[in-house]
């Protein structure tokens, strides 16, 4: 009873402070004490290439804090809508202070990585989630280690080396970097300044713009034998672009028996040859129906409609996007895997229609 009398006072104070929820008006005399997201200030920005930005935040006092290597999902306000992104963390984790940052590139078209590299002030306000990702080493972590990273997907391995750094030191890494030229190389000069204070930590950049004369700028089981030599003897931990991953994946089946490959998509990796034929979709809590055309994921359909559903990683991990399925059918986009079952959970991130579909959404 008490619990139900809370929650009706609540309510009433909501439709006494119409249009906004109480909430919100709390939010603004106190943004960081929001009792329905993790708000966080942004204390600064700073630029690391011309498309990429470090965004310095402080958390409200429910961050929980993170383990280098992990991503956080990202709430940014644009011209009155809420956006959900997720970006990972490439600060060394603090959570006494709820001091975190992310690092973010700028991509063609992209309105989230855009506003926050572009236009995202000192004094904003972002909305977190808590922490998630299992890209992180082991706590006991002995082996020798080899990060082969392409673009932003140094961002996770940022974090990594930054807290090894700050704690026991860096030690036996090795750090194969892709950028499209030194103007783009997020973190550059860090980086060898690192490689310079740490003796046994070795780092190369490699830049697609310019192919060398010994093999090209694509990563082979030949560029891996002449930059690391022992590379079958590490544990490696790659983030990049789908290219880069599954080439790695191919030498890792060809050459390595013994040692694990960690991998950290920022992209939804799609299974081949996937014919879906689409169709309409009802969203039936908005009563709004759209097109599917069977190659767009649901979340984009139900985005390009007008509506805002909960999304976070936007490639499969994180099911913030869960939403169940009414009638009809969907495929995912990773495996081809159909579900059909009224009630089913599905992660309209990685699904696309396969006929008429109704979505509680």
Same mark, same amino acid.
């Given at each position: 009873?008490?619990?139900?009398?809370?929650?009706?006072?609540?309510?009433?104070?909501?439709?006494?402070?119409?249009?906004?929820?109480?909430? +919100?008006?709390?939010?603004?005399?106190?943004?960081?004490?929001? *009792?329905?997201?993790?708000?966080?200030?942004? &204390?600064?920005?700073?630029?690391?290439?011309?498309?990429?930005?470090?965004?310095?935040?402080?958390?409200?006092?429910?961050?929980?804090?993170? $383990?280098?290597?992990?991503?956080?999902?990202?709430?940014?306000?644009?011209? /009155?809508?809420?956006?959900?992104?997720?970006?990972?963390?490439?600060?060394?984790?603090?959570?006494? +202070?709820?001091?975190?940052?992310?690092?973010?590139?700028?991509?063609? /078209?992209? #309105?989230?990585?855009?506003?926050?590299?572009?236009?995202?002030?000192?004094?904003?306000?972002?909305?977190?989630?808590?922490?998630?990702?299992?890209?992180?080493?082991?706590?006991?972590?002995?082996?020798?280690?080899?990060?082969?990273?392409?673009?932003?997907?140094?961002?996770?391995?940022?974090?990594? #080396?930054? @807290?090894?750094?700050?704690?026991?030191?860096?030690?036996?890494?090795?750090?194969?970097?892709?950028?499209?030229?030194?103007?783009?190389?997020?973190?550059?000069?860090?980086?060898?300044?690192?490689?310079?204070?740490?003796?046994?930590?070795?780092?190369?950049?490699?830049?697609?713009?310019?192919?060398?004369?010994?093999?090209?700028?694509?990563? +082979? !089981?030949?560029?891996?034998?002449?930059?690391?030599?022992?590379?079958?003897?590490?544990?490696?931990?790659?983030? /990049?672009?789908? +290219?880069?991953?599954?080439?790695?994946?191919?030498?890792?089946?060809?050459? %390595?028996?013994?040692?694990?490959?960690?991998? !950290?998509?920022?992209?939804? =990796?799609?299974?081949?040859?996937? !014919?879906? &034929?689409?169709?309409?979709?009802?969203?039936?809590?908005? =009563?709004?129906?759209?097109?599917?055309?069977?190659?767009?994921?649901?979340?984009? %359909?139900?985005?390009?409609?007008?509506?805002?559903?909960?999304?976070?990683? $936007?490639?499969?991990?994180?099911?913030?996007?869960?939403? $169940?399925?009414? *009638?009809?059918? %969907?495929?995912?986009?990773?495996?081809?895997? @159909?579900?059909?079952?009224? /009630?089913?959970?599905?992660?309209?991130?990685?699904?696309?229609?396969?006929?008429?579909?109704?979505?509680?959404?």
């Amino acid at each position: 009873m008490f619990t139900r009398i809370r929650q009706g006072v609540g309510g009433f104070s909501n439709i006494l402070s119409s249009p906004l929820p109480i909430e +919100s008006y709390l939010g603004l005399i106190s943004p960081l004490r929001s *009792s329905t997201s993790i708000p966080a200030r942004i &204390q600064g920005v700073i630029l690391e290439t011309p498309r990429a930005a470090t965004v310095m935040l402080k958390a409200g006092p429910r961050w929980r804090g993170h $383990r280098a290597g992990q991503w956080v999902g990202v709430g940014v306000d644009i011209n /009155g809508v809420r956006h959900r992104r997720s970006y990972s963390i490439t600060s060394v984790p603090s959570p006494q +202070s709820g001091l975190i940052s992310i690092t973010v590139q700028a991509t063609p /078209g992209g #309105l989230v990585s855009n506003h926050l590299v572009r236009d995202a002030q000192v004094g904003d306000t972002l909305y977190l989630e808590p922490a998630s990702g299992d890209f992180v080493l082991p706590d006991s972590c002995q082996d020798p280690v080899l990060f082969i990273t392409a673009g932003s997907g140094i961002t996770p391995v940022m974090g990594i #080396l930054r @807290t090894m750094a700050a704690t026991n030191g860096i030690g036996d890494v090795f750090l194969i970097h892709h950028a499209p030229d030194p103007t783009e190389s997020i973190f550059s000069r860090e980086l060898s300044e690192m490689a310079r204070r740490f003796s046994r930590f070795r780092y190369v950049e490699v830049f697609t713009r310019f192919p060398s004369r010994s093999g090209g700028n694509h990563i +082979s !089981e030949t560029r891996l034998d002449e930059m690391c030599p022992d590379w079958t003897k590490r544990s490696t931990w790659a983030c /990049g672009p789908t +290219s880069l991953l599954c080439a790695l994946t191919q030498a890792w089946e060809t050459r %390595v028996q013994d040692r694990p490959l960690n991998l !950290e998509r920022f992209t939804l =990796a799609r299974t081949e040859n996937l !014919e879906v &034929q689409g169709g309409r979709v009802r969203f039936t809590k908005s =009563a709004i129906e759209a097109v599917s055309d069977g190659r767009s994921p649901l979340l984009h %359909v139900a985005e390009s409609a007008g509506l805002i559903p909960p999304s976070g990683c $936007r490639m499969g991990i994180c099911h913030t996007c869960d939403s $169940r399925l009414v *009638s009809g059918t %969907v495929r995912d986009l990773r495996d081809g895997r @159909t579900q059909c079952d009224p /009630g089913d959970r599905v992660q309209i991130c990685v699904s696309v229609a396969a006929g008429d579909v109704e979505l509680e959404v």
